[in-house]
């Protein structure tokens, strides 16, 4: 019997202590005519059966040489995180309830909550969320909670990600929160700030800074956090953690700095496994933590003072609050936290700074490679970070199409979700890319776009 | 032990995770650019390995111990799940990438919905939600997006028992609703009649967990679904406690009509000290069109997500991605092991120890909540008579039980019952931990008479002692912040040192 | 600095602390003229870098369908037994000298101990030895310290691995002991038990019976151990771990059972890995325990009467005894016996033995498939294990390699060390092999058997 | 903590990993079967983890405290050399099947032989022996053989300091050889007068360690080779020390006909409690010939295994296959990560560290074995004074170690040193971490007057205290017997329980 460890002599006598016959008495307080249905799954197996079923199944997966981003991205993962954060203790633990018996997890969560702060310059973390979208919607629900005037309207740029777009859209519209969308100037792919003006007296509670926006490109953030700073709007830094070590941090954005920080944390070392789990991240000042969703980890000391850690400040949450919480969230990303934890503590600010830095130059050296192609060009001006959008002079679709029969993962077609950027690929080169591929890209690229079109 | 932080070094590294340094700086303007590095921690990889390898020493787990956490079935998770889970060409695929590079992946979850479907005997399933919350809300969203469609508007509460989960009455207010609580009568069934003086035609539907969150069966459960539907309300299924019923229920046949199912629970996924998890949804015909995005469809031989084109009708989404695949096939692995006959065995030996453990408890002179009825899969106890006559809580006891080297039972959940132990034992313990268990339990209970104060400051002998929560909300230190920020040093010439 | 942590300020505090000024200073005592070599390796380079140049290098190997045994067999490996023996605390310890701080690796060992004489039905066993050859030589280096008369004389059946017979003799021929090598049946492939007698008197210390032996086949071990005790030679069993879930065990042979049992543990747990680490045991009569090389665990007690683990019996060894030692094994293969401590516990009695049976079925569905290609047939009559001598009507190291570029090791050609056997070629099948692999092998074999040969 | 027999249960599984009950019984006759099921343990796929994993958190390790046990070379074993050591091409390969299918494998195993052979300054390498006290017996073997193959039977004597570790001897005995034992001077070199006496025509050679097991670079090395060479005798070297000159110093040019090293030490790869390690033999050219199989060729674009045939003089096989792979394996990613510019920073660090700390605990009251000497990578104290004052032995300041979180030194070897404790602190670990150790020495030396019971009877915060060695070399409890031996039980029918 798979995982149940009980033998038949043992079954039988605490059947007898129960005074029952069978197992199946033991359900008699269901109604009889709820039991008994069908279950049609295959047989169980053992585990070589399974083994040997899983490895066909993946094998039907193809390696593709990974050229796209648009909210995840592969880098290098140091061995040592993930031979870490499987261990049983942290693997097979619950959230930390009692929390003598928890200090590892409980620790741990301490000391990321510190690093994604000291990331951010602000001055708490909590301790994740699902993912980056959904931290994102978390941070505007919670923008809307701390607005001076708890004003039901927010601002949502074009240049943020339509995945993240799209859940801000769901998990907003039940609590009615307006979302009016900014667009982007068209030369520069980014925010103009002088057309925030058409919203002053809207009656706006947030403002949504992308940093790198979707398209790669660089948001003036300090014009665009003085502006919301001085419409008393709040700031919600939407940022990717590894431009964190080049780029400036949501704290210091502007003259006050950002309210709040969000972002997926999926470059901290967690695969890409087809899209999750990955994990959200939410910082704030220290004046708005009571409105913060999620856990939140605190130092504090025992009976004999020697230092601990304890969950906090339960009366957020809705074990506690229930229908009052600050969010839904019961069960986030922890172990994912976990091994971000052991790969920042490994890559420190330097690995951190140069690996934002190789990105940039391969994203660089990669965009000049393929703008080289007959037909291609860059579509903004600009600063980008590392990504950046292109022009083909064929669909990008049936283009990547191609580009995946020769193994390569070209980058994103932006049609479908930016209908005026009907030839537009997002493509992206991390610290991963070697010039061999950037130039292997280059060449299946003239080759596909020399090929016969229908 | 201390923190990280206090291992660093300014200008020490783990070198080998380092890249060279760039020759050439970056082609972005000074003012978008950091003017210091972060203030992070400078460690070697030693140090890095050293600290979290002890660190992880400190927790209990299920690897570790018995962990009988009630509501959370902390059962084994299997070693094997998470190897198949981890090969490399799971792991290496970019999300944008699935359709041509992810057709493997895509197989297991369409396969996964499928076996879903079967076990709840609900329409479509999808697997997006990243865990039961979530799940919960993409339920609640679509009891709301039902109503609406229909034109019904009025439909602004949602029915709550007053045992549920902290995140149902969460849920719904997040997706909109009113909450209103339904109490729970004195053998631990809701209340009935106050049920039907709540429906009406405001009710957008009943949240109910079946078996319930006190251990019990709700035996009305077909009188309950008769009620709301005929108000016209939809009955929500929280499926936190699937594991009971796993192969021999389904959700469908008690009348439910959305569900959600935790497989970081009944499917035997490692909860990660708090997550990752997966909350799938279900739904009958009615509401499919509103089932969150994506889903997997097959195509005769290939596989894709579905998108708003497909199914313009859906909630939308509720995360980047299509979830937490990685969680995903965990759990399918574990059903591929259980297949059609693992699953009825789960619940039957899952109540067979709830059941055991809960007599055993009662003859070593505990209480339970519900000693009239039949235990499900978890059981719970109250220990108010503790309280009142040794001034010893559940919290003390939970703490005592540390001691023993076990793991705390949930603790004052159910709220509604007072000094309240919840036990779920799962399958996967044999009953030789079981009596260690009650041993335990009953040294604590020997112990309340004889040296009360030792049982209410427990714990004594892990690496702290009784944590000071209070102080902790005070004093409100949830991060640390380096006395002097020292500056990272320019790399300068060094003897010996090429 | 790789794996080095030292700051620049440390270092030069650190040399002043010692009164040097630089590094190199440090390494005044050794003679100028030695220092100074020049070490042309290449430039190290980053985790990343490295991690990018071995996977290539993994891609340069090819995965064949496995049909070879002869000393290394696939079996399934539970995945929870890599994941318990490559924690830290196992995998980064040193040999349990400080017993008080090693008490999970000497518990572990006890428990290897215990499972492997148990499996011998013997009482003591070791807690590894290199491998399964070096084990055979350890074990008859043993035989001739406790044989009554210590005669240096072996007898060493061909069918016994001929790898195995290599290493007996690099090992036994600075001891001046003699090896005797003994023929085998022609018909049967296994030992003649009449043919013994003609060592009789011939002052021999010791008899190797390899259980089943190298071409699968199975000896008959309660006659020929029958016949060593009557003569007062030693029995040294040599036994495939696996085949004791269904065969009688050494201890169990003859009347008075074999005196040692000794065998390469790599089908309990251990991946084939190109031929090691693998690890040997060796198992004896409690009498013996003063000649047993390699380390030993002991169960005792503490100051307080505590159950606990020690290394025991040292004075057998090279760190106390130096040249008087029963061996100069110091590291032996501790983690292996580890992970195969872990696989015994899962599989258990009834999953060894269904695992052995298994094998055994396996391997007669393949010879049966096989021998039903032209020209194909079986070389030995009587009972075989799990793997079969198969006579080819083309020369097998050239099938081989065409079953090879089929992605098939079809097993090992025995021409090399057997010359009577030049046509002879010993397929394996465990476990793991589908019935469709089966399949797949014979229809090779035909398809290559009918091709054109020069 | 129980043993794993304590848990067995007749009958109870770990279900996903046993195979269905085959259908038909095996076709072998009677006689070669079993009659019972063998005596094994019968315990869940939970209980085995739990225990294990348990078990595992009882022992002290690199990866968990700072583990200074002199000789040995404790050093950091980078995770990433067993991740791409482990890759499943790698691990997926029968040794039989290496021409085809592993030439990823051999490629870097050729390639570790020439890096070896460059760091040693030996003409070839063979990397089949599984540790260093293998790789010992096959350098005597050598050094046999090169005698015999020039006709000179008469060189039956090998030299071995008294320092010597005590795989030397043995090895050399196993080898065939008489060891004389060489003494040690005042400074720690060889007794340059006792050589001269001792050399002669039975004179097979010398086996040196450099720097030696004393903590000290071997000054003499010239004139020592010199002596032997002259004498007719092959220089010998033990390389379990090469840490302390990696990458600065090679072995051949001091004189070294033949050497081992010890990957499991100077290489990183770990020692897993005990192994597997690998002992690589090199060689000059005299002795080319006789180098053990297997040894790994480059021809054109593929490699193979060189064989008998290629190599007729070889001392021959000392493994059944091609040595510890997979350890092999982890050097090689090792060394790739190092590279060039990171031996002797090896080096230079590791002798660094020792030197600051032997300078700290002398400051701190301790005697040097040595302290005229710059210690190596490593460094000997001699407790003999507090053996005498205090009746406290090196042995109980390593126990009382154990308490402040730090493995303990190595204790009483090398024998000539009079309550030595050698103490190696390798490159990888920080200076903080020395001083931290510095103090509790410092702490056990303060102890030592206040509180000499305390330290004499430690280890006192472990799970066991001082352990009964005597009694148990006089119980002789080596194996697990269960008291009555429970058959294992037919499966039957069964309630409940398809
Ligand atoms: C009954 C019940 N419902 C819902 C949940 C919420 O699930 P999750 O933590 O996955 O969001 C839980 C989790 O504890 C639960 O026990
Ligand atoms: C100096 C010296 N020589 C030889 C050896 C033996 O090496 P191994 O344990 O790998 O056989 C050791 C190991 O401790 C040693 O320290």
């Known amino acids: 019997m798979p995982f149940i460890p009980h033998t038949e002599d043992e079954t039988r006598a605490m059947l007898a202590a129960l005074g029952v016959a069978t197992l199946d008495d033991l359900f008699d307080e269901i109604p009889a005519d709820l039991r008994g249905g069908e279950f049609p799954l295959p047989p169980g197996s053992t585990e070589m059966e399974v083994a040997r079923e899983m490895r066909r199944l993946a094998g039907n997966n193809r390696p593709l040489v990974c050229f796209a981003g648009g909210g995840a991205y592969e880098h290098h993962i140091p061995a040592a995180v993930w031979q870490i954060a499987v261990r049983g203790e942290y693997m097979s633990a619950y959230t930390p309830y009692q929390a003598e018996a928890s200090q590892g997890t409980l620790q741990v969560l301490y000391e990321y909550q510190s690093m994604l702060a000291s990331l951010c310059a602000l001055e708490v973390s909590n301790a994740s969320l699902y993912d980056g979208a959904s931290a994102l919607a978390e941070a505007l629900l919670m923008a809307v909670r701390v607005h001076r005037a708890r004003a039901k309207r927010v601002l949502l740029p074009r240049t943020v990600a339509p995945g993240y777009r799209r859940v801000v859209r769901t998990l907003l519209a039940p609590q009615e929160v307006e979302i009016l969308e900014i667009p982007y100037d068209e030369t520069q792919g980014r925010i103009d700030p002088d057309r925030l003006a058409a919203y002053e007296g809207q009656d706006v509670a947030a403002l949504v800074l992308p940093q790198p926006n979707y398209f790669g490109q660089l948001e003036e953030v300090d014009a665009l956090t003085g502006w919301a700073e001085r419409q008393g709007v709040v700031t919600v830094a939407l940022v990717n953690p590894i431009a964190l070590g080049l780029l400036k941090p949501p704290g210091e954005w502007g003259t006050r700095g950002a309210d709040l920080a969000c972002g997926d944390g999926q470059p901290f070392g967690i695969p890409l496994s087809g899209g999750g789990p990955y994990f959200g991240f939410l910082c704030c000042r220290r004046e708005h933590v009571h409105q913060l969703p999620g856990r939140l980890v605190a130092r504090t000391v025992d009976s004999a003072g020697r230092e601990g850690f304890v969950l906090t400040l339960q009366a957020r949450e809705q074990h506690i609050r229930r229908g009052k919480a600050t969010s839904n969230i019961c069960t986030n990303q922890g172990l994912m936290a976990t091994a971000a934890t052991i790969h920042l503590a490994l890559l420190g600010p330097e690995g951190l700074r140069r690996t934002a830095l190789r990105c940039h130059h391969r994203t660089r050296d990669l965009v000049r490679r393929l703008v080289a192609v007959p037909g291609v060009e860059r579509v903004f001006e600009g600063a980008c970070f590392h990504e950046a959008v292109l022009r083909l002079p064929r669909p990008p679709r049936e283009v990547l199409a191609r580009l995946a029969s020769r193994s390569i993962l070209g980058g994103i077609a932006l049609g479908l979700d930016y209908p005026e950027l009907a030839e537009g690929l997002l493509v992206c080169a991390t610290e991963l890319r070697t010039e061999a591929e950037l130039e292997a890209y280059a060449q299946a690229l003239n080759e596909i776009l020399a090929e016969p079109w229908a | ?498």
């Not at chain 2, 997706?175 to 109490?183: E, S």
């Not at chain 2, 439910?256 to 909860?271: E, S, Y």
């Not at chain 2, 719970?380 to 559940?394: D, N, P």
């Open chain 2, 1 to 498: 032990m201390g923190l990280i932080f206090d291992l660093s070094q300014p200008g020490r590294r783990a070198g080998v995770q380092v890249p060279a340094q760039p020759a050439e700086p970056p082609e972005i303007p000074e003012r978008f650019l950091r003017s210091a590095a972060p203030r992070l921690l400078e460690v070697s990889e030693l140090d890095a390995v050293r600290h979290y390898t002890r660190l992880s020493q400190r927790n209990y787990a299920v690897d570790t111990q018995f962990y009988p956490l009630g509501s959370c079935t902390m059962k084994y998770n299997p070693k094997v799940c998470h190897a198949l889970a981890t090969l490399p060409a799971f792991l290496e695929l970019h999300p944008e990438g699935m359709e041509w590079g992810g057709q493997g992946t895509l197989a297991c979850l369409f396969e996964l919905q499928e076996w879903l479907q079967t076990i709840t005997g609900m329409t479509a399933v999808s697997l997006v939600p990243a865990a039961g919350a979530q799940g919960e809300f993409a339920g609640v969203a679509m009891i709301r997006a039902y109503h609406r469609a229909r034109g019904d508007t009025a439909r602004s509460e949602m029915l709550v028992p007053d045992a549920a989960h902290g995140t149902n009455p969460a849920s719904a207010a997040m997706g909109g609703f009113r909450v209103q609580q339904i109490p729970t009568d004195r053998d631990g069934n809701l209340d009935l009649e106050a049920l039907g003086a709540a429906v009406g035609p405001q009710t957008a539907g009943l949240m109910l967990t079946n078996p319930s969150t006190l251990g019990v069966f709700e035996k009305h459960i077909e009188t309950i679904a008769a009620i709301v539907h005929a108000a016209g309300g939809l009955m929500y299924y929280d499926g936190a406690n699937l594991n009971a019923i796993l192969g021999l229920v389904r959700p469908a046949d008690m009348g439910f009509d959305v569900i959600h199912l935790n497989l970081h629970k009944t499917f035997a996924t490692p909860h990660g000290g708090g997550g990752p998890g997966a909350g799938p949804v279900g739904v009958r015909e009615p509401l499919l069109p509103f089932l969150p995005l994506p889903r997997v469809v097959r195509e005769g031989s290939r596989y894709r997500w579905l998108t708003e084109a497909d199914c313009p009708d859906s909630i939308g989404r509720l995360l980047a991605f299509g979830g937490n695949i990685g969680v995903l096939l965990r759990a399918y692995v574990y059903l591929r092991l259980l297949g059609k006959e693992g699953l009825a065995r789960v619940a039957r030996y899952a109540t067979l120890n709830a059941n055991y453990l809960q007599k055993c408890l009662i003859e070593a002179g505990f209480t339970a909540a519900f000693p009239q009825r039949r235990a499900v899969h978890e059981f719970a106890l109250t220990l108010k008579r503790l309280r009142k006559e040794r001034q010893i809580t559940a919290l003390d006891v939970a703490k005592r039980l540390l001691d023993h080297g076990f793991y705390a039972p949930t603790v004052d959940f159910p709220q509604l019952i007072p000094e309240c132990l919840l036990i779920e034992p799962t399958e996967t313990e044999s009953k030789e931990t079981l009596d260690r268990f009650v041993e335990a339990m009953s040294a604590i209970l020997r112990e309340a008479e004889s040296d009360p104060a030792t049982v209410r400051t427990a714990p004594h002998s892990l690496a702290v002692g009784r944590l000071d929560e209070v102080g902790a909300a005070r004093r409100l230190d949830v991060a640390y912040r380096r006395e002097s920020e020292a500056a990272v040093p320019e790399p300068a010439a060094f003897p010996g040192n090429q």
